[in-house]
């Protein structure tokens, strides 16, 4: 990818998350749908055998409206959580998460984690990402940005979803996309990771990409990440106008399509009906999803 596209794509994302993130918080963090993914990774920390028994500092990159970062406080409270997203509305919205939550180690700010130039080599113990890395350009450039911050000995702890056909949450996003250009759930561009910029191939290449960003002891393992809301929520989660679609329904109702709100609302109920399962207006969706982890080597 020309550093030029990548700039653009990461201005968009920039753009579209500080339009999603209040829709985000609301829906998802307000509703704890990322705790199982939140507790994978807490795990995978009080087991790493190199961390400080005090002054432990944790930084977490693309934060959103503050999942890990705050319940990472809340389970390491000797230590500092630093807690980045690019969007400067969504750290907004962390610090008042934290505030609601009684935690007084974490701070917010805004960064880019694919350029992490504010802060200086070997200074974390624990760097974390919690599905953000496919919103990434140059994924790439933040998994050896994460390595330099790192101390030698240090975690680096990310979720991210399986691919291709492990996640329904995807699916009914690119079923709903593939309803409203025209074509049935199931046909068409189809891929659940279609609409993200990142530059890894594949979820499950994380893991070598940990390797060959130097990470030593790279470790991949799969959860069970099953998610349920209830069908206003995943509307306006899907197709509200703060909703990561959008962008391309005012794309939509700007070329004459001046009823596209509606046919999302519908596209939204077929899509959750074949993908997922809907029972007493809430729906429920299946996923796989993957805990990866690398420790920079010890000098």
């Known amino acids: 990818m020309q550093a030029g596209d990548a700039a653009q794509i990461t201005a968009q994302q920039q753009a579209n998350w500080d339009r999603h993130a209040e829709t985000y918080s609301e829906v998802v963090i307000s509703n704890d749908s990322t705790d199982l993914a939140t507790l994978q990774v807490i795990s995978a920390i009080k087991q790493h055998k190199n961390l400080p028994a005090a002054g432990a500092k944790f930084l977490d990159i693309a934060s959103s409206a503050g999942r890990p970062a705050v319940p990472l406080a809340k389970a390491f409270p000797d230590a500092q959580v630093t807690s980045t997203d690019l969007s400067p509305k969504s750290v907004s919205l962390v610090s008042k998460y934290a505030e609601a ?3 007084t180690n974490l701070t917010a700010q805004a960064a880019d984690a694919q350029n992490l130039q504010g802060f200086h080599d070997n200074t974390f113990s624990v760097v974390t990402c919690s599905y953000g890395l496919f919103f990434m350009p140059e994924a790439t450039k933040a998994l050896r940005e994460a390595y330099r911050v790192l101390q030698p000995g240090g975690l680096f702890v990310v979720t991210v979803w399986a691919w291709p056909d492990t996640v329904q949450m995807s699916e009914v996003f690119m079923g709903v996309s593939s309803i409203l250009k025209g074509n049935p759930v199931g046909h068409g561009d189809t891929s659940p990771m279609a609409l993200l910029p990142w530059d890894i191939s594949a979820p499950r290449d994380v893991q070598q990409a940990l390797t060959d960003a130097h990470f030593a002891d790279a470790t991949c393992t799969e959860f069970q990440h099953p998610l349920h809301m ?3 929520d ?17 794309k939509m109702k700007a070329s004459g399509r001046e ?6 609302v519908e596209a939204v109920q077929e899509a959750t009906s074949k993908i997922g399962r809907v029972e007493g207006g809430v729906i429920y969706l299946e996923n796989t999803s993957l805990l990866l982890t690398g420790m920079k080597p010890s000098k």
């Open 259 to 264: 009823n596209i709100q509606q046919e999302a």
């Open 101 to 103: 939550q009684g935690v």
């Open 230 to 232: 209830t069908v206003p």
């Open 234 to 250: 995943a509307i306006k989660f899907i197709v509200g106008p703060g909703s990561q679609l959008a962008p391309m329904l005012d």
